[in-house]
């Protein structure tokens, strides 16, 4: 069985989306579907196959104050409009397509952060409802959002713990893997501010969560050498953007994310003869 995983990255994985449209116009659905953060957000549109849906999304307003503006913390705690966001926008304004939604026959798999022990979870994404409040957990970086709470467990963004949770998917018996991947190839990343202040501010509550804040960097890095050594043995195929597909995590240039999203597109368009020898 082939698997789909996909990194998060903010608006960063609309490079992802225009891969995921490419496909569902070429009718590559793979029946495993995993990931964090907005690239599993994106990946939802995917699996309801619902073409530029996440593009139009951002053309529509990723400068609309109610969607993104320190405004937002006076009412939802966060950054982004949550409410807007995650109730608004699929609910009413951009629908999401829950019936097409319904009929996807794969498996679904939302990581996210337990706040309270500091692992990684996998929440089955078939049984997302009208709160979204998975994709809100997945979504929930620290101090940008609140943590948000199902089942009695409060969660952060899954990008924390596996930020491409490529060894879940090799767990759970995927023989091939399609990563997508929303950072260039030589990317290395760093200890940064947000996660040292995150540590901080979340160390009496969240104890747990202090190691994984702080050594993120070092399991992103790793993870992606692993990736790299999956492609070399054959078992993966690794899209990333090149130069010229790269946007800022907070990109507010709306043409740059419409060229970000048409470089995934066709760079899936030249490689497609390569992912559908996945299945």
């Keep these: 069985m082939p698997g789909l ?9 609309i490079f992802s989306a225009g891969i995921m449209d490419a496909m569902v116009k070429h009718n590559i659905m793979f029946p495993y579907c995993i990931g964090v953060s907005a690239g599993i957000t994106d990946g939802f549109s995917y699996a309801s196959r619902q073409i530029g849906r996440n593009l ?6 990723r400068n609309d ?11 939802d ?16 304004l951009l629908p999401f397509d829950w019936d097409a939604f319904a009929e996807y026959n794969g498996t679904f798999l939302v990581g996210v952060t337990n706040a309270r022990t500091g692992k990684s979870e996998y929440l089955d994404g078939k049984k997302l409802d009208k709160t979204n409040a998975i994709v809100k957990a997945t979504c929930a970086i620290p101090l940008m959002f609140p943590p948000v709470s199902i089942n009695g467990e409060e969660y952060y963004d899954g990008g924390i713990c596996d930020p491409i949770a490529v060894r879940k998917a090799l767990a759970d018996g995927n023989e091939k893997l399609l990563i997508i991947l929303t950072r260039p190839k030589e990317y290395e990343k760093k200890l940064g501010s947000s996660n040292k202040i995150a540590a901080r501010v979340l160390k009496n509550k969240y ?12 399991k992103y890095n790793e ?7 999956l492609e070399r043995q054959g078992k993966a195929i690794v899209l990333r953007p090149a130069d010229e597909g790269i946007i800022d995590s907070m990109e507010k240039d709306v043409d740059k994310i419409v060229a970000c999203y048409q470089y995934g ?6 490689r497609m003869d390569e992912i559908a020898a996945l299945f």
């Design 5 to 13: 995983v996909l990194e998060g990255g903010t608006f960063r994985p």
């Design 56 to 61: 139009e999304i951002l053309k529509q307003y």
């Design 65 to 75: 104050r109610r969607y993104l503006g320190a405004q937002n913390f006076l009412t």
């Design 77 to 92: 705690r966060s950054l982004f409009g949550v409410k807007f966001v995650f109730e608004e926008i699929p609910n009413k």
């Design 207 to 218: 104890p747990n969560l202090i190691e994984p804040l702080l050594t993120r960097h070092e």
């Design 223 to 229: 993870t992606v050498r692993f990736c790299d050594e």
């Design 265 to 270: 597109y066709q760079l899936a368009e030249r």
